[in-house]
T-cell receptor, first 112, second 112 residues
Framework: GEDVEQSLFLSVREGDSSVINCTYT??????LYWYKQEPGAGLQLLTY?????DMKQDQRLTVLLNKKDKHLSLRIADTQTGDSAIYFC????????????FGTGTRLQVTL | SAVISQKPSRDICQRGTSLTIQCQVD?????MFWYRQQPGQSLTLIAT?????????ESGFVIDKFPISRPNLTFSTLTVSNMSPEDSSIYLC?????????FGPGTRLTVL
């Protein structure tokens, strides 16, 4: 079955860049997503990338996709304390009306 | 986009009882899914709610424990039956239309 793995914890200093990594096993994944979950809150879609792309940039966020290695990363530039949250990657097989398989989540802690 | 509401937002229940969670979407959507997020865990798909037919359950989840209804394209219910403390979790309704997913706010269930 599908498997999406992330490291559990990342700590960065305010102003530095954060890189959160995700690996997946299903080569038929079509869309890959990054979600943010703040304490006690629901999931917020940050960005997504289609599998025929290798990079997508949106303001402070850069998503890199290495389809050969099935590796996805989220880079947050100039990390702020408000970025402290749990970040989930997720994949779906098709972008149309498809179910999501979520990663295990990475807790990002931003220190002063 | 679609806006999803869930009722109740939270509940505290006694073991052995059942709780029905409602998910209402403000527009017709193709797919509706029910997920569970146990404390400190990622999101796990329980089942796909199919309009007019029985839900499709993921491995480890059964209809007797989690009966699901979807009478139309905008509404679904999930019942958590014969609850035990292990069912304490956030239950999340997610709908899908095109290549977009829409998240409900979640129902936080505590079983004593």
């Amino acid at each position: 079955g599908e498997d999406v793995e992330q490291s559990l914890f990342l700590s960065v200093r305010e102003g530095d860049s954060s890189v959160i990594n995700c690996t997946y096993t299903d080569s038929s994944s079509t869309y890959l997503y990054w979600y943010k979950q703040e304490p006690g809150a629901g999931l917020q879609l940050l960005t997504y990338i289609f599998s025929n792309m290798d990079m997508k940039q949106d303001q402070r966020l850069t998503v890199l996709l290495n389809k050969k290695d099935k590796h996805l990363s989220l880079r947050i530039a100039d990390t702020q304390t408000g970025d402290s949250a749990i970040y989930f990657c997720a994949e779906s097989k098709t972008g149309t009306a498809s179910k999501l398989t979520f990663g295990t989540g990475t807790r990002l802690q931003v220190t002063l | 986009s679609a806006v999803i509401s869930q009722k109740p937002s939270r509940d505290i229940c006694q073991r052995g009882t059942s709780l029905t969670i409602q998910c209402q979407v403000d527009s017709q959507v193709t797919m509706m899914f029910w997920y569970r997020q146990q404390p400190g865990q990622s999101l796990t798909l329980i089942a796909t709610a199919n309009q007019g037919s029985e839900a499709t359950y993921e491995s480890g989840f059964v209809i007797d424990k989690f009966p699901i209804s979807r009478p139309n394209l905008t509404f679904s219910t999930l019942t958590v039956s014969n609850m035990s403390p292990e069912d304490s979790s956030i239950y999340l309704c997610i709908s899908s239309q095109g290549n977009e997913q829409f998240f409900g706010p979640g129902t936080r269930l505590t079983v004593l």
